[in-house]
């Protein structure tokens, strides 16, 4: 006849409860460290793969900026990320967007839409919401590049 203490004690109490030293606990600690090293990994791929996915563009010439106006909506709005890849000075066409430096600010970039050479060969932009071409013309040098990825 049973003790009623071990009807109610459970029978895998010894498995809960292993000795520091036994085969469970040894099974228990490797799996931890498997799955600690696991996670570790994961979040380093992670980390580097957002890494070069925030520098490649930098990498390859390739310029952002947050755009503050709404000069060009409606295609393009205040708050957009517009990435800017580099264009050969020769090869500007009318229609594109450009991102330049801006030349009423020195410290400021400007993107706007090509819209006609001037007769000495520098660039007029006209935002696409704006009624008139922008006051002042853009020299060629100041060309970052051509609008080419947009993120709402």
């Known amino acids: ?52 996915w925030a520098g490649a563009p930098a990498l390859l010439g390739w310029h952002a900026t947050t755009v503050v106006t709404g000069s060009m909506q409606p295609r393009i709005n205040p708050g957009d990320v517009v990435s800017a890849r580099p264009v050969p000075s020769g090869s500007l066409q009318l229609g594109m967007v450009l991102l330049v ?21 520098r660039l007029i932009l006209r935002g696409d919401a704006n009624p008139h071409e922008d006051s002042s013309p853009v020299d060629r040098q100041a060309v970052h590049g051509v609008g080419s990825l947009r993120v709402p």
């Open 1 to 52: 006849m049973s003790r009623l203490s071990d009807l109610l004690t459970p029978r895998s109490r010894a498995v809960h409860h292993a000795a520091p030293g036994s085969a469970v606990a040894r099974r228990t600690v490797a799996w931890a460290r498997l799955l600690t090293a696991e996670l570790a990994r994961v979040v380093l791929t992670i980390g580097i793969s957002l890494t070069l």
């Open 101 to 121: 430096d801006d030349p009423d600010h020195p410290d400021r970039l400007r993107l706007h839409r090509l819209v006609r050479f001037s007769p000495d060969g």
